[in-house]
């Protein structure tokens, strides 16, 4: 028989002080011991392969433990010896998954009327403990309400919304949180040292994000990367293993919707596609890189990314190629679009579609500041130069906008009187009408300092805008 061990077993924390992340469920546990306040059911509720089985081991290891030190199991004596090879007769694990009916929990129920063989204590560690069916909780309550003195239950799920409120209420609850990246990734380069494994930046940042917040997967990809590349695991032999896209594509992708190059981001796409990438993940992959442009965009930090220091440079640096507002239009058709991506039957077509969208998105859209500077420039050059045109213009651009731009103490216009609504005639027949003004100023020419060109401006504004004073005269 191999000895070969998955990393995730060979490398499973023995003591608390070896869990990963989770010091709030650890230290609180290790009070517990200490302070010898022992509940009889804790609940561990989180994500999977964060941790939860092993915590209920080493708590378990403890409690029965010999020698223990400071809240911590010794690992040396009989007790924590059989619990580490899982053969200690007063622990039971069972896994509600699979045993998840009434004769499971009876067996509980059965074996809950006994002594401890060895140790103080007799543990039912429970995994999934959601999976039970009614009856099965029925009975598990029954237990829970009046426990033996020496009886501890540890349950654990990944759904404890689903575990009836009864239950719940007799526990002392502990919610694990998935774990951050780069601990995980300080896991993944504490085992390669330990197994004497060469492995670069990237890919420790590349099989740390594939875990996804949970260390068992992590440390499964790690195991085949191991397997695939030996003793020296190099980004560019691990990336064309697990067959993901380089993220230097999405640098590409992000290039080519920039200069809003339609042609040649099809062409490109098509090529990956022919590579046979999983297009979820390639989608996934361009959100989550025009969330991080975005993240660096805004923070200018990129020490926010999940990304090894290479990256957040080029992070960096991209980041200057777009707004803000572009980046959030990008990513709001984006997210529009994720679901029915998930759920199309022609996820290719879907895609090409989305990428002509992303690469026109933002030639079509002027950002609003732009078209304020834009106006603030024309108005600046139309005061300046005395140029009637563009004070045309001026005046075009500002018609639907409620205050007249030019009636500033700096220039040769004032305000005069407040009315918002009043009466004109109709310049046709002469009869009134009612004309709503949307600007409370008034323009009036101040003759000293006005010139001929300026005076043309001040017609045209008065025109648009001077009816109070029509009526006033
Ligand atoms: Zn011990």
């Keep these: 028989m191999s000895n070969y061990k998955v990393s995730a077993r060979k490398y499973r924390p023995q003591s608390f ?23 009889h059911s804790y609940l561990l509720s989180g994500p999977r392969g964060v941790g939860k089985t092993t915590i209920a081991r080493i708590f ?55 002594f401890p063989i060895k140790g103080k204590f007799k543990f039912f560690i429970v995994d999934e403990v959601h999976m039970l069916t009614q009856q099965a909780f029925n009975a598990l309550l029954k237990i829970l309400e009046e426990p033996p003195s020496y009886l501890i239950f540890i349950l654990a799920t990944t759904n404890p919304e689903k575990i009836p409120a009864t239950i719940v209420s007799r526990c002392q609850r502990f919610p694990l949180q998935r774990i951050k990246i780069n601990e995980i990734s300080a896991k993944v380069i504490e085992i390669a040292k330990e197994e004497k494994i060469k492995i ?28 695939f590349c030996g003793d020296n695991i190099k980004y560019s032999e691990l990336k064309s293993f697990l067959n993901i896209p380089d993220k230097d594509i999405y640098f590409d992708i992000s290039g080519f919707i920039r ?65 803000a507002d572009q980046l959030q239009r990008l990513l709001k058709v984006l997210f529009e679009a994720e679901n029915r991506f998930r759920f199309s039957s022609n996820q290719k077509i879907l895609f090409e579609a989305l990428l002509a969208e992303l690469c026109t998105l933002n030639r079509d859209v002027k950002d609003l500041s732009d078209l304020i500077s834009e106006v603030t420039s024309l108005k600046k050059k ?13 005046i075009d651009k500002f018609t639907p906008v409620s205050d007249i731009p030019v009636s500033s103490s700096e220039n040769s ?35 000293d300092k006005t010139t001929v060109k300026e005076t043309i401006i001040i017609e045209k504004l008065k025109e648009l805008f001077d009816v109070v004073e029509y009526k006033t005269d």
Excluded: W
Aim: contains cysteine.
């Design 259 to 323: 200069s809003s190059d339609l042609k040649n981001i099809l062409i490109y796409f098509n090529e990956l596609e022919d590579k046979g990438f999983d297009l979820q993940t390639f989608f996934n992959g361009i959100t989550e890189h025009f969330r991080d442009l975005l993240i660096v965009s805004t923070t200018s930090n990129p020490n926010l990314l999940d990304e090894s220091d290479s990256f957040r440079e080029k992070y960096s640096a991209e980041s200057k190629n777009f707004t």
């Design 17 to 39: 002080s070896e869990v990963t992340s989770q010091e709030f469920v650890t230290q609180t546990m290790k009070n517990a011991i200490i302070s010898g306040k022992i509940a």
């Design 413 to 447: 216009f004032s305000k005069k009187n407040d009315s918002a609504e009043s009466e004109i005639p109709d310049s046709k027949n002469g009869k009134p009408e009612a004309h709503k003004v949307k600007s409370k100023s008034v323009v009036k020419k101040n003759s």
């Design 200 to 227: 670069d930046d990237e890919s420790v940042f590349l099989i740390s994000k594939l875990g996804d917040g949970a260390l068992r997967d992590a440390l499964g990809v790690f195991d085949m990367a191991v397997s």
């Design 382 to 394: 139309s005061l300046i130069q005395n140029d009637a045109e563009s004070a045309e213009i001026v």
């Design 60 to 114: 378990a290891k403890a409690l029965n433990c010999a020698d223990l030190k400071k809240g911590e199991p010794c690992n040396k004596c009989n007790s924590c010896e059989e619990i580490t090879n899982g053969i200690h007769p007063d622990v039971f694990e069972l896994d509600a998954a699979s045993n998840r009916g009434i004769d499971d929990v009876r067996a509980v129920q059965d074996a809950a009327k006994f």
